[in-house]
Nanobody, 127 residues
Framework: QVQLVESGGGLVQAGDSLRLSCAAS????????MGWFRQAPGKEQEFVAAISWNSESTYYANFVKGRFTISRDNAQNSVYLQMSSLKPEDTAVYYC????????????????????WGQGTQVTVSS
């Protein structure tokens, strides 16, 4: 059974930092793009960031550029999201995702491209 398990969420104050982690199990994703989406209360899911299988390509939503950094460790079958300068509007459930296609260099922000989804981790930023 393939699983993506997120961790690292929590309650922080505006301006703080958090590091989200996503550990994959059941198969290796070292050849697959991975990324993060989020969903705030009452809003649709939105793309946050994605990284290619070899870390050569990254893609960020405009609202996180310069504040969030995505990275991965293929040996650990994991992807990370370092979040800094957090704002109350970053409050959401953050989901780890993975693409089933292999060796794709161009990462995309489209929800339909990602076949595997984690259960999510809550991030709450207080003002």
């Amino acid at each position: 059974q393939v699983q993506l398990v997120e961790s690292g969420g929590g309650l922080v104050q505006a301006g703080d930092s958090l590091r989200l982690s996503c550990a994959a199990s059941g198969r290796t994703f070292s050849s697959n793009a991975m990324g993060w989406f989020r969903q705030a209360p009452g809003k649709e899911q939105e793309f946050v960031a994605a990284i290619s299988w070899n870390s050569e390509s990254t893609y960020y939503a405009n609202f996180v550029k310069g504040r969030f950094t995505i990275s991965r460790d293929n040996a650990q079958n994991s992807v990370y999201l370092q979040m800094s300068s957090l704002k109350p509007e970053d409050t959401a459930v953050y989901y780890c995702v993975a693409d089933s296609r292999r060796f794709i260099h161009e990462v995309v922000p489209h929800r339909y491209q990602y076949d595997y989804w984690g259960q999510g981790t809550q991030v709450t930023v207080s003002s």
